[in-house]
């Protein structure tokens, strides 16, 4: 649902003022994790431990979890849709997943050796995505790198293409063109650049990645075209999940498959985000469209950390034939693949299915209603476990559309949920609201009606 009321100069003094109030407001109810963050900031530097955990004003610091709420050091409960970035379709301490971590931290937890638990795990894989050979890491970023190589190993090509402003992980090779905003750095909307705005990342790595835009198959065919028998393949998120949400054109993907093996290329799905959360088998199932290659990760481990890769026989069958060696210490640790098991075939049921797509009904037709009746610049944007208000008053295709959305709705909105007990992503804009199959009707109540809080305030 598209609406066509802008945002206007009264809305930004409102939005202003709201994020000046709520963060004062924020900062008096975490006096602890205040205290947290100065002793940590010692010897973590920043005073987190990835990044990503650092906040606008401060870091909240997490004492535990309980089915789908949060309770932080300050003693202060919420509603977790915040999902620890994806990750959480169990909720937390899910009796399935307990049970599996519980009976395996007993019999030992790390052997570097291949345990029964990994067959079943890479039978479900193979059955949910339709693709036949698996193997296994630790992050989205370990499986993401192993596609690349793997694209190359397998076609002999130097050259990748990736889609401006899609985070696949934090590897040399993919961390090009993800959040510049520098116009004369992106270079034209139709043909980006390949830019990096991350230390430590060489020039060099630019030349190897070439970027295109989001739904714009004529993009692709160029760079095909510019570098023929040079492109490996493509790394794409099937449904853009780090921009809030963008789909693809009803044929984009079927297309792009099509138009990359039309030049000996190769197609890679990065499902960290989406795969489990959207549908059992991702989005390769929603559009029914299979790539040669698949990256899964977060939700897989229901809270342990794990990661798969996955594609046709002529891909992965090359690691047998040590074309590519897809290696890693803790590759199928008994713990993940326990929790991975218990996560596939106990948690991500076909009824814990229907139960999240009633929750997400429910709290999507609410959320328009409250966007219609306070004529907000938004819409909503939803699939499966995930969703998110994007305020922008027409549909986002592409990354250059996401630059125009301002943030100021995003972090003021996340003010209000916080204040109202939801804890929603610390990512403003880029992320998005994640269920588990533990939430319940009164949970996704409350995130509406702090959502209508915060409208009514922009409209009082
Ligand atoms: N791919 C996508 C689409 C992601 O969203 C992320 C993480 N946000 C990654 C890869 C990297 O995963 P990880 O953080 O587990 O390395």
Known sequence: MAVATQATEEDFAKLDRIIEEETAAFLERQPRSTELWEKAKGHLVSGVTSSWQGSDPQPIWIKEGRGSHLIDEDGLE?????????????????????????????????FASPVVDAIDVSTELARRWGLPLWRFGNSGTEVTMDAIHLMRAVTGRPYFIKVEGSYHGHHDSVQVSVYCDDPELMGPADLPNSTHEEGGIPDAMLELCKVVPFNNLEAVKTRLEQFPGQIAGMIVEPVMMNIGIVFPDDDYLAKLKELLHAHGALLTFDEVKTGFTTRPGGITEFYGVTPDIVCVAKALGGGIAVAGIGGVEEVMGKIDTGVYEQCGTFNGNPMAMAAAKACLLEVLTPEAYAHVESLRSNMVGQLEGVVAEYELPAYIESIGFKGSVVFSPTRIKNYRDFLDWDDRFSSAHWYYQHKGGVML????????WMLSVQHTQDDVQKFVDNFAAFAKAMRS
């Open 78 to 110: 919420f509603v977790d849709l915040h999902g620890g970035y994806g990750a959480g379709v169990a909720g937390h301490g899910h009796p399935a997943i307990v049970r599996a971590v519980q009976d395996r931290v007993t019999r030992g937890t790390h």
């Open 425 to 432: 992503p610390n990512g403003g804009k880029v992320e998005q």
